[in-house]
């Protein structure tokens, strides 16, 4: 851990990290790989099961048949930790086990497979909450179905049962283990921040949720940064967001409450500051939009691009123009259409969808973050595709400024940016 962060106990909340000196704002703090981690079952074929990078075509493992690897090469070096997990695979198939429960049985190869703890390392897997005690009967009957899946699938492990007795005494009860890796656990996402995989970092699990954080974690590959948004006094608390932030009061602090079992008392949660512009529109029309949002993801996992376009632009159709851009829902749907839009090729109409997103995401992240610097972005692209080159660098430059704070100038997303703004400069003096 970076010399600036330790651990502490948080007044209500136990565990937290905080600064041991002045940090500034885009200040790198820590850098961590997983102690395990796994592409996601969604992205199984698409992504490398090694280095987490995505591609059209993969080698496929021939063995267990889903494991899938850019190269001869990253299949050799995933070859240590895939070995115990293909014998499991091949034991269930067709079934394939849910993302949680290969990801703890890897734990288990990982820490199986290890010689000592990292002296670097403030937590560990062992001390991690498992929150049992405080769940409901439906959650642990959930957990129940989990773990006995997990035990299923590590039926092919040679004398599991002494092997599990060489386990953490914690993490020796599938139950507790599951708990602990499903309130744990990260989401691991690429550099558009797509959801690819999920990953355990003992270490980061110590930083405690803020709706408006003053850090930020961002991935290259499995690898996990986090840097300082703002400027952080000696011996203030780090926080990141569990979550989707932009979400109303009411519906972040469920989805916390349901996943990670606390009700948050934060400064925007207390205020409700941004409620009112969220949900600001005809009731009517907030619920029409709303409704349909769940079609809308369900046509996205299809990659029916042609119906979800169809769909966004009747949905917006029937909002009007005089239907605030703010509404989180119609921001939903414009984001949807832009993705529709990209997919099937249609520039000019992705660009006046993505324009229509940018004040609003300037509104809804005061402070750098990786969304908004995102966004920027891809309309920056779409942009200098269309040959506006003049307006290209300017939305360029303002995701610059973002980027250069919450994924840092090394970052291959950063180094990307730079070399567009650079076309974009040299087109602009030819």
């Known amino acids: 851990m970076a010399p600036k962060v330790d651990r502490f106990v948080s007044p209500g909340k136990g565990n937290g990290l905080w600064a041991t000196a002045s940090i500034r704002r885009g200040e790198l703090l820590y850098s961590a790989e997983p102690q395990a981690a796994c592409v996601s079952n969604k992205w199984a074929k698409n992504v490398c099961h090694h280095c987490f990078s995505r591609h059209e075509t993969l080698l496929r493992c021939s063995q267990c048949k889903m494991a899938r690897y850019c190269n001869i090469t990253c299949q050799k070096l995933a070859w240590p930790v895939h070995k115990s997990e293909c014998k499991c695979l091949r034991s269930v198939l067709p079934r394939i086990p849910t993302d949680s429960v290969r990801l703890a049985a890897r734990i288990i190869f990982a820490l199986l497979g290890s010689t000592k703890g990292n002296g670097e390392d403030l937590y560990t897997l062992e001390e991690h909450e498992s929150h049992l005690s405080s769940l409901c009967e439906q959650k642990r009957e959930g957990l129940s179905q989990l773990a006995s899946m997990l035990q299923l699938y590590l039926q092919e492990v040679p004398a599991r049962d002494q092997v599990v007795s060489l386990l953490p005494p914690s993490c020796q009860d599938p139950m507790s283990l599951m708990a602990k890796v499903t309130c744990n656990c990260f989401t691991i996402s690429d550099a558009e921040l797509q959801e690819i995989g999920v990953g355990l970092y003992p270490s980061l699990s110590l930083l405690n949720h803020d709706c408006r954080p003053n850090c930020v974690m961002v991935f290259e590959g499995t690898k996990l940064h986090l840097r ?92 009007g123009g005089r239907f605030p851009d703010e509404n989180l829902s119609k921001l939903k749907v414009t984001d949807v259409a832009l993705d529709a839009c990209i997919q099937l090729g249609l520039w000019e109409e992705a660009l006046e969808f993505g324009l229509k997103t940018l004040p609003v995401y300037r509104c809804y992240f005061p402070d750098p973050h990786p969304v908004h610097g995102v966004q920027l972005m891809r309309v920056g692209k779409l942009q200098h595709y269309l040959e506006h080159i003049t307006d290209a660098l300017d939305t360029l430059k303002q995701a610059y400024e973002i980027l250069k704070v919450t994924h840092g100038d090394a970052h291959p997303l950063t180094s990307e940016l730079k070399m567009k703004m650079e076309e974009c400069r040299c087109e602009l003096n030819q």
């Open 228 to 319: 300082a948004v703002k400027d952080i006094e000696l011996g203030d608390e780090l926080t990141i967001s569990y979550i989707d932030s932009m979400a109303l009061t009411d519906d972040r602090r469920k989805q916390l409450e349901e996943q990670y079992h606390f009700t948050c008392c934060c400064q925007r949660c207390d205020s409700r500051d941004m409620d009112a512009l969220m949900a600001s529109g005809e009731e009517a029309t907030c619920s029409l939009l709303k409704d349909a949002l769940p079609r809308l993801d369900g046509l996205k996992a299809e990659s029916n691009w042609p119906e979800l376009l169809g769909l966004c632009k009747e949905l917006l159709s029937k909002a």
